[in-house]
Every structure is written in structure tokens, then in C-alpha cells.
């Protein structure tokens, strides 16, 4: 399930012993990616921050792999500044309920972070405090960054007003 070098991380080990947390894992030129179950990602990220000391949520984005199922996979990089340290959470979400808890209780920083998936691929946050687009106009139709989204977009006028 877990490659050997990544067993004895210590975040590993504490992710591991919350129930139903980490899924599995893995290194790739010395990266860390944790793969995380989508309804404890708020307790993984709170763990990471207080425990760990991830204090800075550095991006959070995503990818759609559309027809697959799940079809977005949701990235969300932290970064330890007193042990310089990095890792990756990755969660996979349908696309049916694109949706899943913000971690804008953990780091206020993840407002504009998710409003711009929010906006560029329809993946809803729930509890986000200001949950509105952020990059494209506020009566714009359709995520321009999924997969199915047309090449050229949707037909689309301004008003004069």
C-alpha cells in the first residue's frame, strides 16, 4: 500500500491512526503525495497544521479526467516553514456531486483558492463563507476548465446596459 520510504514519515503515521483518513500514498522525485478521503479532509488538514506545523496552504487546485470516474482530483499543497518541508493531499471527487468541505475553517487562505476551482471547474465547497466566482463574470454559463466545456466556449453576449 505505501512505498517503504514513505512507512516512517511521521505524517504518514499520524494520518494512519485517524480512522478512515489516508487512503494510500506515494514518493516521486522526493515529493510526498498523500492520497486522502474526501470527507475527512478537514480533519486531515487541521492535523497537519496543528501537529505538523503545515502552516501555509500554498495552492490548492485541481484536474478533470473526464469520462473517468472520480472525475476531478482536488490538490492541495502544504508547506511546513520551520522544517521546510512539502506535501501533497490529493482527494478524489465525482463528478456527479462535485462537491466537498472547505478548508477555509483551517486556513483562511483556501477563500480565493477555492473560489477559483470553484469557478473554473463547478467543484462546490461546502461551508465556504463567500462561495462566488471569482475570475470569470458573475452571469458567465459553464467552468471553463472542464473537460466538456466547449473549445470555444458558449455563446455569450454582453448586454449594453
Known amino acids: 500500500m505505501f512505498p517503504e520510504e514513505l512507512k516512517e514519515h511521521r505524517v ?8 478512515g483518513v489516508l487512503l494510500d500514498g506515494s514518493v516521486d522525485r522526493g515529493e ?15 492535523l497537519l497544521k496543528n501537529e505538523h506545523k503545515f502552516v501555509r496552504l500554498s495552492s490548492v487546485t485541481a484536474t478533470d479526467w473526464y469520462p473517468m470516474e472520480p472525475r476531478f482530483h482536488l490538490a492541495y499543497h502544504l508547506h511546513s516553514l520551520d522544517r521546510n518541508e ?3 493531499l490529493k482527494c478524489k471527487v465525482s ?8 478548508v477555509y475553517p483551517v486556513w483562511r487562505c483556501a477563500d480565493w483558492y477555492e473560489r477559483e476551482v470553484f469557478d473554473l471547474f463547478g467543484i462546490r465547497f461546502r461551508n ?8 470569470m463574470p458573475p452571469d458567465w454559463k459553464g467552468h471553463p476548465l472542464r473537460k466538456d466545456f466547449p473549445v470555444h466556449g458558449h455563446k455569450y453576449s454582453y448586454s449594453k446596459d
Open 12 to 19: 504518514v503515521e499520524a494520518l494512519t491512526a485517524l480512522d
Open 32 to 46: 510526498v503525495t498523500l492520497n486522502i478521503a474526501p470527507d475527512r479532509i478537514v480533519a486531515a488538514c487541521a
Open 86 to 88: 512539502r506535501i501533497r
Open 95 to 102: 463528478g456527479d456531486a462535485a462537491e466537498i468541505d472547505s
Open 128 to 135: 465556504h463563507p463567500n462561495l462566488t466566482r471569482i475570475l
